[in-house]
């Protein structure tokens, strides 16, 4: 599976809208690119996933770039609650096998 | 309904012993993933079941293995444990293996070994 770059941590204003890149340069065609977050001490939570038209749900919005080599994950309006390690995972065949990385500390001020 | 639950919640062996730690998934949900997280790491893949059958392992020795019964639970065994197996262990589970299945994850067991 490719490996993904992220930066070890971003700070965000409450209100304001939180995005978070990673970059997937050896990513292969039918690779998926996946976003979870971990609030401390919490198991991780799904987000969103897709494989390169962009995707939007009740959480967030996921942009790839069309070469998919990279994505950002949108958080619309972030909150306290978003404080979390955000993970960009990319990974083939299912959504049961997943290796994260190290993430992204998002801190969202007030 | 109760989200995927996991026990014991905390444990401390000591090097060499062994533990099995315990999951139970979503009602419904027939596939089932374990992951170690260690300190500062991402959660790293150790197995994933699906109608009790193995259908991934991670790079992890022999001294893990795991099962699936038929009610969906599963159990993570862990042999001759050493410094490093300390750890939050994860349990996952979903409805199918495919690609938009969600998984959802269990709160974890944090194992200390000593």
């Known amino acids: 599976d490719a490996k993904t770059t992220q930066p070890p941590s971003m700070d965000c204003a409450e209100g304001r809208a939180a995005n978070l890149p990673c970059n997937h340069s050896?990513?292969?065609?039918?690779?998926?690119v996946y976003w979870y977050r971990q609030i401390h001490s919490q198991g991780p939570q799904y987000i969103i996933h897709g494989l390169k038209n962009n995707e939007t749900n009740e959480m967030a919005s996921l942009i790839i770039t069309e070469d998919r080599k990279s994505s950002t994950l949108i958080l619309p309006h972030a909150t306290l609650r978003d404080t979390a390690v955000y993970y960009c995972?990319?990974?083939?065949?299912?959504?049961?096998?997943?290796?994260f990385g190290t993430g992204t500390r998002l801190q969202v001020t007030l | 309904d109760a989200g995927v639950t996991q026990s014991p919640t905390h444990l401390i062996k000591t090097r060499g012993q062994h533990v099995t730690l315990r999951c139970s998934p979503i009602?419904?949900?027939?596939?089932v993933s374990w992951y170690q997280q260690v300190l500062g790491q991402g959660p790293q893949f150790i197995f994933q079941y699906y109608e009790k059958e193995e259908r991934g392992r991670g790079n992890f020795p022999d001294r893990f293995s795991a099962r699936q019964f038929p009610n969906y639970s599963s159990e993570l065994n862990v042999n001759a444990l050493l410094l490093g197996d300390s750890a939050l262990y994860l349990c996952?589970?979903?409805f199918g293996q495919g690609v938009d299945n969600e998984q959802f994850f269990g709160p974890g067991t944090r194992l200390t070994v000593l």
């Open positions: 009602s419904g949900h027939k596939s």
């Open positions: 050896t990513i292969s065609g039918n690779e998926y």
């Open positions: 995972i990319v990974g083939t065949g299912t959504a049961s096998k997943l290796t």
């Open positions: 996952a589970s979903s």
